[in-house]
């Protein structure tokens, strides 16, 4: 009987113990839990509140007396007034970035955002934005109006606080606005490295001269949809500037008809895009690396009647980059050209150049000017077209080649990469001209439109053997994909 107790007495443990043990447990890894989180370093639990937003770190402050002002020393506070109704909400938005920036301690921050309109608050946005100047911010984003309306409709400048531009401690600077800048007249950032500027309006050229005057150790700019009704010249001279990104509006007849001078001693990269309605200068750009020229707005430029302007601009630009040693283009570029053929045998020499990309549309190997453009390119090892190739239709059944065949063919070119390859004709043709061409090949690459090839992996090994038979490099591989 003592045994049978015995087994029931274990069997009873052995039915509830497990549920008795796991919820003491449970119990016992919740507060082991809680004691951790709370029992962790001030700087610990301030990156962790750094990682939400900024609206929930603080909304952390009714957990517990532990968790009540740890939020007054996170080192980011982003604000952004968005969403449908925030007309609605933004008395609640303005009252509540005020009462952070008060209730924040003296600690320096790494990051401050604000995203919201100015309406009639300019005063209570500078003292927000002068707020971060004096904790020493390093990463800026300023944001001031919500759509293209408020910059049509405000002709009030935006003025913002005279500490901003002279902050010492600013390495990053993202300002957006849909209104005339002003800048004050003296302007030092010290320390500033990046710089993005996005659809503001710049009021005069003595202003845009003493903007990029004061930034000695800036290397990274970018200009994008600025507007430059009002300044006739810019000169960009900044001596550790290695990255410059200009893009301009494409679809709008407007024209701005400035005057970039770039002074590229440092530079490496520089990009581009745009309908070029101003006018680019290059100077002592020997370092300069790679460089991307993305020139569309082929519709407004025809209703605008801008065909020999952009053609001139097309060769300014290409004269003043000419040093560079990659260079990615759209087909409009070479299309561009054409409609000044007098510049088409003053093209300059691309001495340095070893890779030349298309980018954007399809090649058309029937333009004229594509022939010149390559002769220009003695050194040039690798072509790209990303978004494919093809011939006019009145060059399909006739003999197209490109006459003389540049130099490069038989001295420098060992890779030959056709994106959106769709098997045509006229593709065809291309591609064994080029098989012929170029005496030292040493890799073609065919990446097939999904779209346009048909035929399958049959028809890919059927090309891929015309093509074999089509090279002059015995050794050049042909790779489909």
């Not at 500078?126 to 020493?136: E, R």
């Not at 399809?362 to 093809?390: D, E, H, R, W, Y």
Request: proline share 3%; net charge positive.
């Amino acid at each position: 009987m003592e045994i049978v107790r015995r087994r029931r007495a274990i069997g009873e443990t052995m039915n509830v113990s497990p549920l008795a043990r796991k919820a003491k447990n449970q119990k016992l890894n919740d507060e082991q839990n809680t004691d951790r989180i709370s029992n962790l370093p001030d700087a610990i639990l301030q990156r962790i509140l750094t990682l939400l937003e900024t609206k929930d770190a603080v909304k952390t402050s009714t957990l517990s007396k532990r968790w009540q002002y740890l939020w007054m020393s996170i080192t980011d506070l982003v604000f952004v007034e968005d969403g449908p109704d925030k007309r609605k909400k933004r008395v609640q938005f303005m009252n509540f970035v005020e009462r952070v920036l008060v209730l924040r301690d003296s600690s320096d921050l790494t990051l401050f955002v604000l995203s919201c309109d100015v309406l009639n608050d300019a005063s209570r946005i500078n003292a927000w934005i002068s707020a971060a100047v004096m904790h020493k911010v390093q990463v800026l984003s300023i944001g001031l109006g919500s759509d293209e309306d408020s910059r049509c409709n405000s002709e009030e400048p935006i003025v913002l606080p005279h500490c901003l531009f002279t902050s010492e401690s600013l390495t990053y600077f993202y300002l957006e606005l849909f209104v005339l800048l002003k800048v004050p007249s003296s302007i030092r950032f010290s320390s500033l490295k990046t710089l993005k500027i996005r659809f503001a309006i710049f009021p005069d050229d003595r202003s845009m001269q003493r903007l990029f005057s004061g930034v000695p150790v800036l290397e990274d700019l970018t200009l994008d949809a600025c507007c430059w009704w009002n300044v006739r010249s810019v000169c960009i001279s900044a001596p550790m500037l290695k990255t410059l990104a200009i893009y301009e509006t494409v679809d709008s007849l407007d024209q701005d008809d400035c005057q970039f001078l770039i002074f590229g001693i440092s530079l490496k990269y520089f990009y581009y895009g745009g309908a070029l309605r101003n006018e680019y200068f290059f100077y002592k750009t020997s370092s300069l690396m790679k460089a991307v020229i993305y020139l569309g707005g082929k519709d407004s430029i025809e209703k605008g009647k801008r065909q020999r302007e952009v053609s001139y601009r097309v060769h300014k630009l290409l004269r003043g980059l000419s040093l560079v040693k990659e260079l990615a283009i759209t087909p409009y570029i070479i299309e561009g050209l054409s409609y000044a053929e007098e510049l088409l045998t003053h093209l300059p020499v691309f001495c340095n150049l070893t890779c030349l990309k298309f980018i954007g549309e399809p090649m058309n190997f029937a333009s004229g000017a594509l022939g010149n453009i390559i002769q220009k390119l003695p050194c040039v090892n690798s072509l790209k077209f990303n978004v494919g190739i093809f011939l006019s239709p009145f060059c399909e059944e006739g003999e197209w080649k490109l006459d003389p065949v540049a130099p490069c063919f038989s001295t420098h070119l060992k890779s030959i990469t056709i994106r959106e390859f769709g098997g045509t004709k006229g593709e065809l043709h291309v591609v064994n001209f080029l098989l012929e061409s170029a005496l030292i090949l040493e890799r073609l690459v065919i990446s097939c439109s999904l779209d346009k090839f048909s035929g399958g992996v049959g028809r890919q090994k059927e090309v891929h053997d015309q093509l074999m038979l089509s090279r002059r490099s015995r050794t050049c591989a042909i790779e489909f994909s």
